[in-house]
């Protein structure tokens, strides 16, 4: 059983940064894409970032671009989410997923494996 764990979450001012990381049990998660994706209260889930199972095919959504960056270290079985100059509106709970397919995509339903979310919360 693929097991994802996010970490890396917390309360900061806007402005700050966080670096989210998700850690994947399964050894073969190198040809796996994983993606970002969020929920902020009263919302429907939504994609974020997404990156492919060689670290070159990445996708960020247009709100994002150009301050959080999605990376991968496949030694370590980690993709991470790096945050910068964050809003009160990137306040939501982070999910990564895993998809068997190599290259990412930014639809939930093509993730088979999700973590249980880490929570991200900017005060303004």
């Known amino acids: 059983q693929v097991q994802l764990v996010e970490s890396g979450g917390g309360l900061v001012q806007a402005g700050e940064s966080l670096r989210l990381s998700c850690s994947i049990s399964e050894r073969t998660f190198r040809n796996y894409a994983v993606s970002w994706f969020r929920q902020a209260p009263g919302k429907v889930r939504e994609f974020v970032a997404g990156i492919g199972w060689n670290g070159i095919n990445t996708i960020l959504i247009d709100f994002v671009e150009g301050r959080f960056t999605i990376s991968r270290d496949n030694a370590k079985n980690t993709v991470y989410l790096q945050m910068n100059s964050l809003k009160p509106e990137d306040t939501a709970v982070f999910y990564c997923?895993?998809?068997?397919?190599?290259?990412?995509?930014?639809?939930?339903?093509?993730?088979?494996?999700w973590g249980q979310g880490t929570q991200v919360t900017v005060s303004s």
């Open positions: 997923a895993a998809s068997t397919e190599p290259l990412a995509s930014g639809v939930a339903e093509d993730y088979d494996y």
